[in-house]
């Protein structure tokens, strides 16, 4: 009976110090490259391990040119101990290093910290890897390779990138927020029509790199003036594509956004418009003056019209998701291509 009580005693007393510690997470590499990660990036917010749109937000997370990000780093079979996690669920977003590839691998996990269990150890593998980013575009931009190792293929993919940010330059002066690459391919897209709405692997795409699904890159300021932005899109446009820009005012799990502006660059003929959506109003309107030229569609929009309910309706720091649809008539069918997350065009004008 004293030998229960004393077992039983014990056990209490090892659950009570367990509880009282804080959460520990431990992060082993197992391969032989180093990885690179962020734990709960705000960009992500809202996103988790298991969502259907997962592989399509962190591509545009990646492809996303941000100088200020800075990944935690870790070496070869090392380990590292993450005691700074608040209880609950987190998102790993990472990536291997790898010396020769152009592609690196990329791992996105939950992460569980919880102090009444102790320390929770996770194995970091590159492969199956859940997609792949290219070196040295958008945030991998400092992986680039020397120029002393370039092939010849990578040199004629950067001229070409060099063309077209030059015709960027000289169209527009205003700040760029994000940039993608030629190769860039979402992972899946969304399929919607009547009564259906459907997530899919790209492969099964009837519309992907039609005329202007390819979007080289978003250009925008917002100032006392206005707001202006430009899409870039070298390959040109057809009156069957539009650009969504959903404006969220907050992210939150299940939490829709309060604003979506639909820019057709080809509404009628070669004239542009754009049309905003706002939720609890009764109908949608048009917004702005839109610009089409042969590679880049301009949204011009006064104080005074963004000052009419929109500007408020967005929030102090709202963020913006950028898509790209095409809109076969003749099935009825919408086809959309998610491109990237970015905070509204002031806070991206200023970083």
Not at 150 to 174: F, G, H, K, P, R
Not at 255 to 282: F, V
Request: aromatic content about 10%.
């Amino acid at each position: 009976m004293i030998r229960t009580l004393i077992l039983a005693a014990a056990a209490a007393f090892t659950s009570a110090l367990a509880f009282g510690q804080s959460p520990s997470v431990t992060l082993q590499n197992q391969e032989d490259s180093t990885f690179y990660y962020v734990v709960d990036s705000k960009d992500l917010a809202g996103l988790s391990a298991g969502s259907p749109l997962l592989a399509s937000k962190v591509a545009g997370y990646f492809s996303a040119a941000d100088k200020t990000v800075t990944f935690d780093s870790l070496a070869p079979q090392a380990e590292a101990k993450l005691t700074s996690l608040t209880e609950g669920t987190h998102l790993l977003v990472g990536f291997f290093a790898q010396l020769d590839a152009d592609d690196f691998p990329v791992r996105v996990m939950a992460l569980q910290a919880d102090s009444s269990v102790g320390e929770r150890f996770y194995a970091v593998f590159a492969s199956p890897a859940q997609l792949k980013v290219h070196r040295g575009v958008g945030k991998l931009a400092q992986f680039a390779r020397p120029a002393s190792t370039q092939d010849t293929t990578a040199a004629s993919d950067q001229a070409a990138s060099t063309t077209v940010s030059n015709q960027i330059a000289a169209s527009s002066a205003l700040p760029a927020i994000a940039t993608f690459a030629a190769a860039y391919d979402p992972t899946v897209f969304t399929r919607e029509s009547t009564g259906s709405f459907k997530v899919l692997p790209i492969s099964e795409s009837r519309s992907w790199a039609q005329t202007g699904t390819r979007i080289a890159s978003v250009q925008g300021a917002l100032d006392s003036a206005g707001l202006k932005l430009v899409l870039n899109v070298p390959g040109g446009f057809s009156p069957s594509v539009s650009y969504f820009l959903y404006v969220f005012d907050t992210r939150a799990l299940g939490k829709e956004n309060p604003l979506t502006l639909e820019i057709e660059p080809m509404a009628k003929a070669d004239r542009g418009a754009c049309i905003l959506w706002q939720k609890g109003s009764t109908a949608p309107r048009l917004l702005g003056t839109v610009k089409t030229s042969a590679t880049a569609v301009e949204l011009d929009v006064g104080m005074d019209d963004l000052a009419s309910g929109a500007l408020a309706a967005a929030g102090s720091a709202p963020t913006v998701d950028l898509t790209a649809g095409w809109y076969d008539k003749a099935l009825g069918m919408w086809e959309e291509f998610y491109y990237t997350t970015f905070p509204a065009p002031a806070a991206a004008a200023t970083r």
